[in-house]
């Protein structure tokens, strides 16, 4: 896309491909929502082109319903007007960002009911062919455990088995990340030793802008890690075509 430069000559903006960013959060003043809107900045000065799906805003029903729910016998069912608008969305993208705050060692109901619903039989799953090959996608989750505390490593693995293993691979993704990022609270928790949630005294002042900036550049981290991974996927697949020309 052409832009016009203060100066009048042209400057050329290179666009880098079309990414979605899902965010799954009620509140706008959210944590969540504000290193999703980072992350659509750091997107667009990677070049890429971004969607935002902000679910809750959009008022997306994370129910499932008899429209779309599968058909085993059928998998060219067309789904609710709704669900095919979200099918194209992440059609659109060849990278797919979910921001969302860790419940219970998974994604909020709003985010699995967004993948129960819209990442349907015959649309991500159930062909030969998946219609979601090639795309890449990033979870990004932000925890209230403190990065120290032992629950740590293994919610990451267990966000592992269940995002990428259990739906990205098997709906085609050719890669699939989690970037876990804990200390998403103000008042630091952890679990004590009877398994109880513990909380701690607020974070406040300076050590809390602190906080902030430190969690904002590991989420910038986690991006920036995410995109380098893709345009060592895209060298990889232009030395591949010349090798083969
Ligand atoms: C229903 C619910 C379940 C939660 N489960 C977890 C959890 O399993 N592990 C964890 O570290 N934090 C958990 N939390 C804390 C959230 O991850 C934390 O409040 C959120 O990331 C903070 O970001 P926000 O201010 O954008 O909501 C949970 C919070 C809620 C409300």
């Known amino acids: 896309m052409d832009r016009p430069h203060s100066g009048g000559c042209t400057e050329v903006m290179q666009h880098n491909g079309n990414a979605l960013v899902v965010l799954a959060h009620h509140r706008t003043d959210s944590l969540t929502a504000h290193i999703a809107r980072r992350t659509v900045a750091q997107l667009e000065a990677a070049g890429r082109r971004v969607d935002l799906l902000d679910l809750h805003a959009e008022g997306f029903d994370p129910r499932m319903n008899p429209a779309d729910q599968p058909d085993w016998d059928d998998r060219e069912k067309v789904y609710s007007a709704e669900t095919r608008d979200h099918m194209r969305?992440?059609?659109?993208?060849d990278e797919v960002i979910a921001v969302f705050p860790v419940y219970w060692m998974s994604v909020p109901a709003l985010l699995k009911g967004w993948i129960d619903r819209v990442w349907n039989y015959g649309f991500a799953y159930g062909r030969s062919t998946p219609r979601l090959a090639g795309?890449?996608?990033l979870w990004l989750g932000l925890a209230g455990a403190t990065g120290s505390?032992?629950?740590?490593e293994p919610m990451r693995q267990i966000l592992d088995s269940q995002l990428n293993a259990g739906i990205a691979y098997y709906c085609g993704f050719a890669h699939a990340a989690v970037g876990l990022l804990p200390d998403a609270e103000e008042r630091p928790q952890s679990i004590g030793a009877e398994g109880e949630l513990v909380v701690g005294e607020a974070v406040t002042g300076a050590a809390r802008t602190a906080q902030y900036t430190e969690f904002d550049a590991r989420a910038a981290a986690f991006v920036a890690d995410f995109l380098a991974g893709t345009d060592q996927d895209r060298a990889a697949d232009?030395?591949?075509?010349?090798?083969?020309?």
């Open 89 to 93: 969305r992440i059609l659109a993208a």
């Open 149 to 152: 505390d032992d629950v740590i």
């Open 238 to 245: 232009r030395s591949a075509a010349r090798a083969l020309a």
């Open 135 to 137: 795309k890449r996608i």
